[in-house]
């Protein structure tokens, strides 16, 4: 939310050029489950920076279990941080005072779960236009230092056209990218992204739809499989129930995976700003 979008006005043709880029190597085999996406398709990006893989810790906002200790960690990440919780405004200063990448985690309509595992103000495809502009300005602001956006559930929000220009309209006028955390399929994020002209990322592996240290384990494999063919890994995890086993595999990881890649937090595989047309 600071330096990015206040010049992205007379960037947006590059920018859904590099989007359109971007997404065409999407393959669309992204788990339907709310939390099962696994290893997918992404275009490969060029240049020698080498392979990155970002960690992005979702949930964080409500005094969720492994937060210290995924903070704590040796390591660039990024946290997403839920809106209008009791630790939001806590959480999002910590990581930001370690030098995480602070976004916000919206939350969205799933077309599965209990109202209440939704959180306040969430994005419901029955609300209006002008409500959904309000929750997600009102979001925005209720989470210092964000850059960017992830959805927190929202695998009936997410395929919706008319909520997503919504969502993403705001995110750019706010100057966030958005990245897709894809719990759905069905998901028109990509489409509407470069309609509306914003930043896109995407999951590739979920670490912890399941809770045991064997299946982020393996899944941290995926990810090492996925860097194998792709230059980056966009990979999530959770505090919560999964937190303390999450860390603590990924603590582990981290020498492993530090020879095949480097580490970053999600600002660092936007693609880079296209240069600003010379004056004459
Ligand atoms: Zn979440």
């Known amino acids: 939310m600071r330096a990015y979008g206040q010049i992205w006005g007379r960037r947006l043709s590059l920018w859904t050029l590099l989007i359109a880029t971007l997404t065409a190597g999407a393959t669309g085999t992204a788990s339907a489950s709310e939390a099962g996406a696994q290893s997918a398709g992404q275009a490969e990006p060029s240049g020698e920076v080498g392979r990155q893989i970002a960690v992005v810790i979702d949930d964080f906002g409500n005094n969720m279990k492994g937060t210290a200790q995924m903070l704590d960690l040796p390591i660039k990440l990024t946290a997403a941080v839920m809106p209008f919780l009791p630790s939001t405004k806590r959480d999002a200063e910590a990581a930001f005072q370690k030098g995480h990448d602070v976004i916000v985690h919206m939350p969205m309509e799933p077309v599965k779960g209990r109202p209440n595992w939704l959180g306040p103000n969430a994005i419901l495809t029955s609300l209006s236009d002008e409500e959904i502009r309000k929750r997600v300005e009102m979001a925005i602001s209720d989470v210092p230092h964000a850059v960017g956006m992830n959805n927190h559930m929202g695998s009936k929000a997410t395929a919706d056209e008319r909520v997503m220009r919504i969502v993403l309209q705001v995110c750019k006028e706010k100057g966030l990218f958005f990245l897709d955390s894809r719990t759905s399929y069905k998901s028109v994020i990509p489409k509407v992204a470069a309609e509306v002209g914003i930043p896109l990322l995407r999951n590739n592996v979920f670490l912890d739809d399941v809770y045991t240290t064997r299946h982020v384990s393996k899944q941290l494999q995926v990810v090492r499989e996925h860097l194998g063919k792709h230059e980056s890994c966009v990979t999530i995890g959770h505090v919560g129930p999964s937190g303390l086993i999450t860390s603590g595999a990924l603590r582990e ?28």
């Open 253 to 280: 990881a981290i020498p492993q995976l530090e020879r095949d890649a480097r580490f970053v937090k999600l600002t660092q595989l936007l693609p880079p700003d296209p240069p600003l047309p010379a004056n004459k």
